[in-house]
């Protein structure tokens, strides 16, 4: 029995030495310089979506202003930042008056530059994917003589707008 012992206790002696020089093996390392190298692009800001809302109508020389309602919307994946929006009156339909009213001044042609338009506030703000915001500005019509040309009976006076962003 002493001899089963014996070899017993040798068996449990080498089996925990062997365990524990791995051990003392899974805690040796090197240590080492290396380098490598790699690469990153930057993304692109993409186009915003600026639509108006409802309409203006019946401007008239020397009348009121109207309020010019806009919706920006980000359409694209990624967030996006609006500023300011501007808006423009690009063209105009004239309607085909010419000569001289019966008040003796000079029929012209219906021109934007008869339709002031006051910018809204800046938006200044970050839009998430699919999120909106909304502006106003103001457009108004000046009086500066016949206009009878921008009238909507006489052919005139339909006017595109433009909407720009930074």
Do not use: W
């Amino acid at each position: 029995m002493k001899r089963f012992m014996n070899k017993k206790v040798l068996a449990i002696g080498l089996a925990a030495g062997l365990t524990l020089g791995g051990a003392g093996a899974a805690f040796a390392y090197f240590t080492s310089t290396g380098g490598g190298s790699g690469s990153a692009t930057t993304g692109s800001s993409a186009a915003l979506n600026i639509a108006q809302v409802g309409s203006v109508s019946n401007l008239l020389p020397g009348g009121p202003s109207q309020t010019i309602n806009y919706k920006v919307t980000n359409n694209t994946p990624n967030a996006e930042n609006v500023g300011s929006v501007t808006v423009t009156a690009t063209s105009v339909t004239s309607g085909t008056l010419t000569g001289i009213d019966s008040e003796g001044n000079t029929i012209v042609p219906c021109s934007t530059s008869f339709y002031p338009i006051v910018q809204g506030a800046a938006l200044n703000t970050d839009l998430a994917p699919g999120g909106s915001v909304s502006g106003t500005a103001s457009i108004s019509m000046s009086d500066t003589g016949n206009q009878d040309n921008c009238q909507l009976a006489n052919g005139g006076g339909a006017l595109t707008l433009s909407f720009s962003s930074n």
